[in-house]
């Protein structure tokens, strides 16, 4: 397939204006971070969708005025800095670790939707997967519980059960992302073993008793809230620990199972998966044998969670547009579901999955120009 990127005037074009954390210096190249690739690709290709688009940050918001200021790509394919009317379509990226800038984009983003501007995926979803325990709670009496591994909210005096029951004890913050924050615990010969990810991902092991282990987590979770969750048991798959992730878009009305990918890593329960600690590789062309037992009931299972979870977060007050699922399989070979995310990362695909990559481009602007026109009916 080939795909023409359409040189047109971009007087009165629909925008789709992505709205991304962070500081970029108007007087120099902007930097992205690991999103840099993904929006100059939605930007050369939005053109032949109808659609502009424009990458903006908070600060960079004009209530007032109803104004942004923000970078498009010009005809050299440069990112310039100019200021334009609140985009017609807003598409969040990006997560911060400053909680001031979150909330910031948060209230922004509240306010857009209070204006009518269409959202990609609003308020209430990405609240609803980027809270652990609110997405656990919210599945727990589904038609997929059976896929969620054992939660509850983190209670010191729970704790001796959980490690009754289980060989390995998660601890997360409920609202974190890319490992960040996260504790695993272990028992050995009555000895307690840890180890935790700071804010940064930079993991630290300790070791002691259970008097050492509970003064630990107090300070650990003084500040945040936490659950508490079972680790899964998982057979190395081909000597390796896999994770699967699927990409979920919806265009209008239908969804779509944009690509299926692995994730690999090296060692049991090991909850510090981001983009530097993994490789990725498709589904379908693994290098190796997943040794799935039953292909054909891992995939109805799999079709069964993804097909839920779109029609349930295609309802009120959701209306998600995008999502990524995460699970892998136990040591019984079932299906067990880790997360969703709300924002998928545009950088995951390191895959060469190149008909993967166009079709998530693609998708999203596809459903980027339906809700600006406000088809009825699914746009093709």
Not at 356 to 369: D, E, I, K, P, V
Request: charged share 20%.
């Amino acid at each position: 397939m080939m795909v023409w990127v359409i040189q047109m005037d971009t007087n009165n074009i629909p925008t789709l204006g992505i709205f991304y954390n962070g500081q970029a210096v108007s007087d120099k190249t902007p930097n992205f971070g690991l999103e840099g690739h993904h929006f100059q690709q939605l930007a050369r290709l939005a053109p032949n969708y109808g659609l502009k688009v424009i990458v903006f940050m908070p600060h960079r918001v004009d209530l007032e005025n109803s104004l942004i200021q923000g970078y498009t790509l010009n005809r050299c394919q440069e990112w310039v800095f100019e200021t334009f009317p609140f985009p017609n379509v807003l598409y969040v990226r990006g997560v911060s670790s400053d909680t001031t800038e979150s909330q910031e984009r948060f209230r922004l983003v509240e306010h857009f939707e209070k204006l009518g501007i269409a959202n990609l995926n609003n308020n209430a979803f990405a609240e609803l997967v980027g809270n652990k325990l609110l997405f656990h709670m919210a599945l727990q009496k589904s038609e997929v519980a059976s896929f969620l591994p054992y939660t509850e909210p983190w209670q010191s005096s729970r704790l001796p059960y959980f490690l009754q029951q289980f060989e390995t004890v998660f601890l997360k913050p409920i609202d974190g992302f890319e490992s960040r924050g996260l504790i695993r615990i272990q028992q050995d010969l009555g000895s307690y073993q840890w180890i935790l990810s700071d804010s940064n991902g930079i993991l630290e092991t300790q070791s002691g008793s259970l008097t050492m282990l509970l003064s630990t987590l107090d300070r650990a979770t003084k500040n945040h809230e936490y659950i508490m969750q079972e680790g899964i048991q998982r057979t190395p798959t081909s000597s390796r620990f896999v994770e699967h992730r699927c990409l979920m878009q919806r265009v209008k009305n239908t969804w779509y199972r944009t690509t299926h990918v692995l994730r690999v890593n090296s060692a049991q329960n090991l909850p510090f998966i981001s983009a530097g600690r993994e490789k990725n590789y498709l589904y379908q062309t693994p290098p190796f044998s997943l040794e799935i037992e039953e292909v054909e009931r891992f995939e109805q299972n799999v079709q069964h969670l993804t097909d839920y979870l779109s029609r349930f977060f295609n309802q009120s007050p959701y209306y998600a547009s995008e999502f990524s699922v995460d699970f892998i399989l136990d040591s019984q070979q079932n299906i067990r579901l880790l997360e969703c995310n709300a924002r998928p990362s545009g950088f995951f695909l390191q895959t060469g999955d190149w008909l993967g990559r166009m079709s998530y481009l693609s998708h999203t602007l596809q459903h980027a120009a339906c809700l600006v026109r406000n088809i009825p009916e699914p746009c093709q």
